[in-house]
């Protein structure tokens, strides 16, 4: 089943995930309803605040479907270690239209559990790095805008005041 995303101005993108204790049937409809939803969005990533539930889970899967080997469920993650530097260009589900080039790690250990509760470690490089980063951001409630200048900030928030008022930002 696919769920509503929710966009920027949403205080549940803005808010600490809690985190996943419940390791059961309802956990693992959740991901296959985040995959579904995040296929459809042709998302290469997807957070559970996204799509309105305050937990510490995120899907991704940098082929966009086209390699099975590459969907990731990361339960609880944190980041073991951060190495590098890349910079490229970023968008987000939740900030539709607004892409930016955004500096993050060129390589990330992320421990997590998996969807049953077993904990395992992944790394990642290039954009499984950068999507590892841009999701569990997200469980810290925070977006990458932040990440840019203040300047170039201020500029997307305005412009989606405006589509929030002409009500085009649903
Ligand atoms: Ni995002």
Known sequence: MRLDIVKYGEPVLETVARPVTDFGKELAQLVDNMFETMYFAKGVGLAAPQVN???????IDVSSGQDPND???LVNPQIVKLEGSQVG?????????FREQ???????IVRAQNV?????????EELLARAM???????????FIQHLSLLKRD???RKIKKL???????
């Open 164 to 170: 929030q008022k002409a009500g085009e930002w649903t």
């Open 71 to 73: 969907k990731l469920v």
């Open 102 to 108: 955004v500096k993050r790690a060129g390589k990330a």
């Open 133 to 143: 980063q841009h999701e569990i951001d997200h469980l810290n409630g925070v977006l």
């Open 53 to 59: 539930m305050s937990w510490r889970l995120t899907v």
């Open 116 to 124: 049953k509760g077993e904990f395992f470690d992944v790394t990642g």
């Open 155 to 157: 500029l997307i928030k």
């Open 89 to 97: 260009e970023e968008g987000c589900l939740s900030i539709p239209g």
